[in-house]
Each structure stands twice: as C-alpha cells, then as structure tokens.
C-alpha cells in the first residue's frame, strides 16, 4: 500500500495504569455509567480527529481503514459503526464492544471488521471477542474473529498478518 498514509493519535487522557501513557477513558473503576460516559467523550475526539485528517487529505470514509489496540479497538468499533458513512474495514487487536446492547439503535453503518485477540490476555478476555463477533453477527455486519494462541495482551505475528491481508484485501475491492 505505497500510496497509504498512516496515523495514530495520542489517546486525549494520561493513563492511571502507565503514567507514561494515555487512554481513551478510564476504564479502571469498571463502573459501567463512567466508562460509557468516557466513551462518548472520546468519540467526540475522535470523530472530529477522523474529520479533520479526511479533510487534510481530501479523502472520503471510504478511503478510510480504522485499527485500534486494546481501547483502541473499543474505540475504532463505537466510532466506525456510528459514522454516517460507512468506512472500508475496521481491525481490532485485543478489545471488546462498548456497550453492545445500545448498538442496534445507534448503527449507522457496517463496515467489514476483524477482531483479532490473544488467548492469554489477563487485561482484556479473549471471551470479548468471541461476543463481539456473535453481537456484530446478529446486526448482519461482516465481522470475523482471531484467537491468537499463546498471546497475552499483545499482537502475535500471526494476527498482524491476517490484519495486512484483510486491509489490503478491503482496498483491493
């Protein structure tokens, strides 16, 4: 993909888990009413982060590929199924879908979507996935799922290889 460009924001918050890193949210009270208000602040961020580089690069959603890491991946599937326009893929490392039963009436789109997890991780059950990809399923969005064996909270090299034949695969349509 010579003619890609790559970004990757900086999370807006500083992290209480790593002080030399960020989030999106706080997600450390597991308060479901803190994280979830967390979220809709952050997609705020993100959408308009999103709106702005698509405009910088005068490209459209659909020149758009979305993928996250842990609240990244929380992140990219909350923002990428709400946007007007569907974007062409969305790849998840390692995360979970925020608040699954609001999703059917906040769906706006339905990209293609990857999860993919470790089946170690002690941060963040692989378990999510796997309910991910049967919520996503049952709202007829294209979505399929990755166990990486052996993984903790990371990415294996086998999931990053099925995550670059599915992107380029998407913008190969």
């Known amino acids: 993909m010579p003619d890609a460009v790559f970004l990757s924001p900086n999370a807006p918050e500083k992290c209480g888990l790593n002080p030399m890193g960020y989030q999106w949210f706080d997600f450390q009270s597991?308060?479901?009413?803190?994280?979830w208000k967390g979220v809709l602040n952050a997609a705020d961020?993100?959408?308009?982060?999103?709106?702005?580089?698509?405009?910088?690069?005068?490209?459209?959603?659909?020149?758009?590929?979305?993928?996250?890491?842990?609240?990244?991946?929380?992140m990219s599937l909350h923002v990428g199924l709400r946007r007007e326009n569907s974007m062409r893929a969305i790849v998840g490392f390692s995360g979970r879908l925020i608040a699954p039963e609001l999703l059917k009436n906040e769906l706006k789109s339905k990209p293609p979507i990857y999860l993919i997890h470790g089946d170690m991780d002690p941060m963040v059950p692989y378990q999510e996935t796997i309910e991910a990809e049967k919520?996503?399923?049952?709202?007829?969005?294209?979505?399929?799922?990755?166990?990486?064996?052996n993984t903790q909270h990371s990415i294996a090299q086998d999931g990053l290889d099925i995550a670059i034949k599915f992107i380029v695969e998407k913008f190969s349509n």
Request: glycine share 8%; proline share 2%; aromatic share 6%.
């Open 30 to 35: 597991g308060d479901p009413a803190t994280i």
């Open 45 to 74: 961020t993100l959408n308009g982060y999103i709106d702005e580089q698509l405009k910088n690069y005068e490209l459209s959603d659909d020149n758009l590929a979305l993928v996250g890491f842990s609240q990244g991946t929380m």
């Open 135 to 149: 919520k996503l399923s049952q709202l007829s969005i294209d979505v399929k799922a990755h166990i990486s064996t």
